[in-house]
C-alpha cells in the first residue's frame, strides 16, 4: 500500500478516535442515576452514610415516610428504612375535615441529640396545607409526631415545602417554607426545643422563586437554592441566591440545573457533603426519557450529581448525569 495513503487513513484513524473521546468525555462520569423512584429529596449525612428522605409511597392510598441509606453512593446500593412516620399515628391529620391527605416533601434536622423530621400535609385547597414535625433518635426513625402543627396556611400562602437549617455562627434554628400557589417564601427562627416557632423573620422573596427552598452554607457564605416553573413540565428547574447570612438580603445569580434533551424537571432538591471525601454533591429528582415541555406523566426518579464552586464562590451549572 502507498505510504501516503497509510498516513492518510492513521491521521483519519486518530481523529475519529479523538472525536469519539471528546463525545464520551461531553458528560462526565457520574452516579449510577436514576438511583431510586421518589420526588423532593432531603439529603443529610450522619457519620459514614448519606440518608435519602424523599416524597415516596409503597402503596397507593397509604401516606407515609420512608427513609434511604448507603454507605459508598457510587455503587447505586440503597437501603430502605421504615415507614419512619406514617399519617395513621398522626392524630392531627384529620381535624381539618378533609378525607384525603398527602404526604409531601420531608425534611431532616440533627439537634438536640435527636432528629425531626418535618412535613408537609396537603392538599392546600379547600383547606389550607400544613406542616407538622416528628421527633426520633435516630436517622432511621421511628419519628413520632409532637402532636399539633407547626404550622398551618392560609388563601395567601401554601405551608409546604419545609426546610429547617441551623447557623453555625449563631446556633439559631430557622424554618424555610411555602410556595407553588403564590409562590412565597417565609422563614420562621425555630425555639430551641425545635419543634415550636418563636417568631417570623420577614423576608424578600427571592427572584423566580416557586417552591423547594433549600438554604446550606459554604466558605462563610449563604446558599439559599430553590426550584421554578411547574413540577410538570421543562421549565422546572433550580435557581440559586447568595447572602451574607441565613435570612438574607438574597443576591440572584440565575439557573444551575436546567432540563437537557430527555432529562426533564430537574429540581427539589438538596446539597450535602458526601462522606468521607467531603465532595459537595446534589441529590435532586427529574423525569426520565422524556421530550417535549410536558405535561409529564409516570413517577420522577431521584438522582445525584457533583456540585463545583468556582473561585468566587459561585455554583457552576450542574450537568446531568446518568442514563
Known sequence: MNLSRISVRIQALALFALLAFRSEAAEPAGFPNPI???????????????WIYPT???????????????????????ERHGPVLDFDQVNWIGDDGQKRHYAWAPSVLRGNGKFYLYYSVGPQHPTPSRIGVAVGTQPGGPFVDSGKPLLTGDERFEAIDPMVFTDPKSGKSFLYAGGSAGAKLRVFELKPDLVSLDHEIPVETPKNFTEGAFMHEYQGRYYLSYSHGGWQRSSYSVHYATAPGPVGPWT???????????????????????????RWLIVYHRWQDQTGD?????SRQVCIDRVEYDANGLIQPIQMTGK
Open 294 to 298: 410536558g405535561p409529564y406523566k409516570g
Open 252 to 278: 440572584y445569580h440565575g439557573a444551575i440545573l436546567t432540563s437537557d434533551e430527555t432529562r426533564k424537571g430537574p429540581g427539589h432538591h438538596s446539597f450535602v457533603q458526601a462522606p468521607g471525601n467531603r
Open 56 to 78: 415516596w409511597s409503597d402503596e397507593p392510598g397509604r401516606q407515609r415516610f420512608f427513609a434511604f441509606s448507603s454507605t459508598n453512593v457510587d455503587t447505586g446500593r440503597w
Open 36 to 50: 431510586l423512584p421518589g420526588a423532593d429529596p432531603h439529603a443529610m449525612v450522619v457519620g459514614n452514610t448519606l
